[in-house]
């Protein structure tokens, strides 16, 4: 046995015109039980302080007369309002309608005309959505909404208004309030019985204004006209998935209807943010942080950047987590800036920038960057923002942490080279600041601010009053070579591991086979001091990518190795001791015998790495500041004097 109420449901309703079932609605607009029901006249279905109340008093009416079978709690979900939680019923009632059907074949049309990202939308959710389009119910009964400009008379004579200008001059009064209770006063005389006409009581629903929304920030069609003929379509609109069956939709069939065109070009869905444990971020459970407090610890670009490359900008949904801002604080903002503070330590106002370096590390990066600003630019035109960002994580990465960490010593070193490097560098980070402009808005501006010695200082100069770069060919060659640089690299620091040999450890000899490659002595350099090897040799033996690392260590390469550890201490401890790359100091050491032999045979190697003006064995007296170290199996102090 079903119960079914064609006036108190959508599906009862269908059901009802299939079977011819009776109508019967004896509820009231309010919720109340009206007087033809003759019992329970007056009383609310759902009262507001107890939603039980008249539940309990229809059970009450069937014991006292002897039909109740039984009784018992039944939980179960019902819908509720979502501002007051209120129990809501579903209600029959008369509505004004689109005829949407009517227009169907021509939305499916000028549909095919719209972009979107992601791309499976256009024929997915909003082309499914379209296909099964009915008539859409555009009147409700409330007060605050925009009334519908219909007046009606008794003998069914109807008039539509599409200005105040000619409802004025149709009822003769002046008007300057639209709201409902102002425009159900105006009546007019109807034309057909002379008669009185009124305006339909139903206010419009909040999607046809939505819809309206092109026209109307314009004033059109009273004005504007060449400013809305040469916006319309608009190039891009934003917003939520669910927006698919809601503003999306209304835009494109007012637009559809009236201009016979699609409302906007291209358009970005996005998903839902949720709470981290996937459940919907709710004011009332405070399941998420509070947002100021996420910016002030990670700065607004980091969320920025965190929302942007996630898949939320692919209309799926994201359980949003702190620890995935402060990666992208640590993987972009932080890594670039040490990046320019780096570059600022031997910069001077007066570089250069340039793109035109022999320098392979600068021919490398320089290409690296236009390879970014392709790949940036083609994923922005196909406004796929996780794809146009996610490159950006990848390029500052290289940038820090092959590019600048090969480069040190140009850096450091006087001569034409460190002028190449600094131009080079200057280059980059000027083209990257604007290149993740629209990404990371505030480091962008201080970061080109800074490398173009503006310093905020010039109000008319901004980095978001740049031109996008214009895109050029990329260098290829440079790209691959350096690639097998890397991967060579990679193979030969994977067999250190398996013989357990420290990175700062010299070795002899790697032997690279490598075929269809020509790598000129300057990228055998950079494969022999990464993997740090005295020499490269390279073969044309096989077909694959193959390395052979000579894991011999002799007392000179072990000696060598002693140095570099050696040096790596001393340098670690100037740091704990707050020394600049401008102090000099002389060094002071107490090591064994063992390590100061060693120390002893390459002083003038280990005062240059160290920016050390002399270096004393023994005591440590002298010594303003000092640490203890270990190197090895060795346990000894180090200590400076400026």
């Not at 004004?96 to 979107?116: E, G, R, S």
């Not at 009964?141 to 219909?150: D, H």
């Not at 006209?225 to 809601?246: H, L, M, W, Y």
């Not at 291209?266 to 998903?271: M, R």
Request: glycine share 4%; proline share 4%.
């Amino acid at each position: 046995m079903v119960h079914i109420a064609p006036a108190f449901g959508e599906d009862d309703m269908n059901l009802g015109k299939q079977h011819n079932l009776p109508f019967v609605q004896h509820v009231n607009m309010d919720g109340s039980i009206r007087l033809e029901a003759t019992d329970f006249v007056g009383l609310n279905v759902k009262p507001k302080d107890d939603h039980m109340a008249t539940d309990v008093e229809i059970i009450k009416y069937l014991a006292g007369h002897g039909l109740l079978f039984s009784k018992a709690k039944y939980e179960h979900s019902y819908p509720h309002c979502w501002r007051c939680d209120t129990p809501l019923i579903n209600y029959a009632t008369s509505s004004w309608f689109v005829n949407v059907t009517k227009i169907k074949a021509n939305l499916l049309d000028t549909a095919q005309n719209i972009n979107w990202s992601p791309a499976y939308m256009k024929e997915g959710r909003f082309g499914n959505w379209l296909e099964g389009a009915r008539d859409w119910s555009i009147s409700r009964q409330r007060f605050w909404a925009s009334v519908i400009p219909i007046w009606r008379c008794d003998c069914g004579e109807l008039k539509v208004f599409g200005s105040v200008a000619d409802l004025q001059t149709a009822s003769g009064q002046t008007i300057t309030d639209l709201h409902k209770d102002a425009m159900d006063l105006i009546t007019l005389p109807c034309p057909k019985c002379q008669g009185t006409m009124q305006r339909v009581p139903d206010v419009l629903d909040c999607w046809f204004e939505s819809g309206s929304m092109p026209y109307a920030q314009k004033h059109y069609p009273f004005a504007n006209k060449d400013k809305f003929d040469s916006n319309f379509p608009a190039q891009f609109i934003a917003e939520g998935v669910d927006q698919t069956r809601a503003w999306f939709y209304y835009l494109h069939v007012i637009a559809t209807a009236i201009k016979n065109s699609q409302a906007f070009d291209n358009v970005i869905a996005n998903g839902i943010v949720l709470a981290k444990d996937g459940k919907k971020m709710s004011k009332k459970l405070q399941n998420y942080p509070d947002p100021n407090a996420v910016i002030d610890r990670y700065t607004a670009d980091a969320l920025r950047m965190y929302l942007l490359s996630s898949p939320v900008m692919q209309a799926e949904n994201l359980n949003f987590v702190e620890v995935g801002v402060a990666e992208h604080l640590r993987k972009n903002l932080m890594l670039l800036w040490n990046v320019y503070k780096f570059y600022a330590m031997y910069a001077q106002p007066t570089v250069v920038a340039r793109a035109n370096s022999q320098n392979i590390l600068d021919q490398w990066i320089i290409a690296r960057w236009h390879q970014l600003l392709a790949e940036v630019t083609e994923q922005m035109k196909q406004y796929n923002l996780p794809k146009a960002t996610r490159p950006i994580t990848e390029f500052i990465n290289d940038l820090s942490t092959w590019y600048v960490r090969r480069s040190r010593d140009r850096f450091k070193e006087e001569g034409t080279d460190k002028e190449a490097a600094l131009a080079t560098t200057k280059y980059v980070l000027d083209g990257l600041a604007k290149i993740i402009a629209p990404f990371m808005p505030f480091m962008s501006e201080n970061l080109w601010q800074e490398v173009n010695n503006h310093h905020l200082q010039n109000n008319e100069a901004s980095v978001h009053l740049q031109a996008w770069p214009q895109t050029e060919t990329v260098d290829q060659t440079a790209l691959t070579k350096m690639a097998t640089v890397r991967k060579i690299v990679e193979m030969a620091l994977a067999k250190r591991d398996e013989a357990k040999i420290k990175v700062r450890q010299p070795l002899a000899k790697l032997t690279v086979d490598l075929t269809n490659l020509d790598l000129s002595a300057d990228y055998q350099q950079v494969i022999a001091d990464e993997v740090n090897v005295k020499v490269v040799e390279i073969l044309s033996a096989s077909q694959e990518l193959m390395v052979i690392l000579d894991t011999t260590l002799t007392s000179e390469l072990q000696a060598e190795g002693l140095k570099r550890e050696f040096v790596r201490l001393v340098n670690m401890v100037r740091k704990a001791a707050d020394l600049t790359i401008q102090d000099k100091v002389i060094l002071y050491h107490n090591a064994p015998a063992e390590v100061a032999k060693v120390i002893e045979a390459m002083q003038q190697e280990i005062m240059a790495d160290t920016m050390s003006s002399n270096i004393v064995a023994g005591s440590l007296e002298q010594a303003t500041f000092s640490q203890e170290v270990k190197l090895n199996e060795y346990k000894f102090n180090l200590g400076f004097k400026k």
